[in-house]
């Protein structure tokens, strides 16, 4: 293993944060939720988001993207 990170000596990767993983999770369950019938309102109150942020959610295509620009604060920095 020492071997296989030696060749990544030095190398600074972007590693997501967790609470950035949960939220993209709930934004693919937000999306599915919608497309099987789920009104904005509805989904508004169970997930306790603002109807702008819910409407913008469910408007996005894909669903990994980051939804809020400038989110590079829930990345952490690992430097091997």
Known sequence: MAR???HHAGSTYQIPKLDKILIQLRNIK???????????????R????TR???NLIVTSES????????????QMELKL
């Open 46 to 49: 169970r997930y306790k988001l």
């Open 30 to 44: 937000i999306r599915q939720e919608f497309k099987q019938g789920a009104s904005v309102q509805n989904l508004v």
């Open 52 to 54: 702008q942020m819910t």
């Open 4 to 6: 296989a990170l030696s």
């Open 63 to 74: 669903d990994g993207a980051p939804i809020v620009v400038g989110d590079a604060h829930k």
